[in-house]
T-cell receptor, first 112, second 114 residues
Framework: NAGVTQTPKFQVLKTGQSMTLQCAQD?????MSWYRQDPGMGLRLIHY???????DQGEVPNGYNVSRSTTEDFPLRLLSAAPSQTSVYFC???????????FGNGTRLTVT | AQSVTQLDSQVPVFEEAPVELRCNYS??????LFWYVQYPNQGLQLLLK??????LVKGINGFEAEFNKSQTSFHLRKPSVHISDTAEYFC????????????FGKGTRLSVIA
């Protein structure tokens, strides 16, 4: 049972480039979410989804797009990378409403 | 909407001493509360959770937390820490109806000194 899988683990982008961070879970969880972690800021919610075809914005959605075409996958797209998007990104999922989040191991992104 | 305040950004403590990491939350609805731990260069893993019932919740690695509704607090405690407890600890809250997002505090870095 792989849980939540994020790829890549590390990525370096130049300002203006685009990329997609991949997230897949094999637990049949309806709820999936993306957070970014910055020093001293904790984890801030970017986007989340309560099921296939349904997405919503979190606290810091600007500069990011998401889609949820299947239950398993929840990719995060950076349309035009900026240095302010240098961060560690975590994908997380959960099943029932009162279940805890299961986290991936993160993607460390640097934008130069 | 919910919010979380972790009152200490860093807590140094000697090995085998007790520790308390403080967490206060704000919410207009009833909540679920969680503590997560993050070891260096790893993802987050669940320490414990409060959903309902007994206000004293026991978790992994000897940690426990007490839910205090009147003080809107959910402080994490351990009676005797080990070097291996050195990590960052996050308190988190969500509303208890529907699949509402989890809101995290800014974290407390626990450093255990030999």
């Amino acid at each position: 049972n792989a849980g939540v899988t994020q790829t890549p683990k590390f990525q370096v982008l130049k300002t203006g480039q685009s990329m997609t961070l991949q997230c897949a879970q094999d637990m049949n969880h309806e709820y999936m979410s993306w957070y970014r972690q910055d020093p001293g800021m904790g984890l801030r919610l970017i986007h989340y989804s309560v099921g296939a075809g349904i997405t919503d914005q979190g606290e810091v959605p600007n500069g990011y797009n998401v889609s949820r075409s299947t239950t398993e996958d929840f990719p995060l797209r950076l349309l035009s990378a900026a240095p302010s998007q240098t961060s560690v990104y975590f994908c997380a999922s959960k099943g029932r409403v009162n279940s805890p989040l299961h986290f991936g191991n993160g993607t460390r992104l640097t934008v130069t | 909407a919910q919010s979380v305040t972790q009152l200490d950004s860093q807590v140094p403590v000697f090995e085998e001493a007790p520790v308390e990491l403080r967490c206060n939350y704000s919410s207009s609805v009833s909540v679920y509360l969680f503590w997560y731990v993050q070891y260096p260069n790893q993802g987050l893993q669940l320490l414990l959770k409060y959903l309902s019932g007994s206000t004293l919740v026991k978790g992994i690695n000897g940690f426990e937390a007490e839910f205090n509704k009147s003080q809107t607090s959910f402080h994490l405690r351990k009676p005797s820490v080990h070097i291996s407890d050195t990590a960052e600890y996050f308190c988190a809250v969500s509303g208890n109806s529907g699949n509402t997002p989890l809101v995290f505090g800014k974290g407390t870095r626990l450093s255990v000194i030999a």
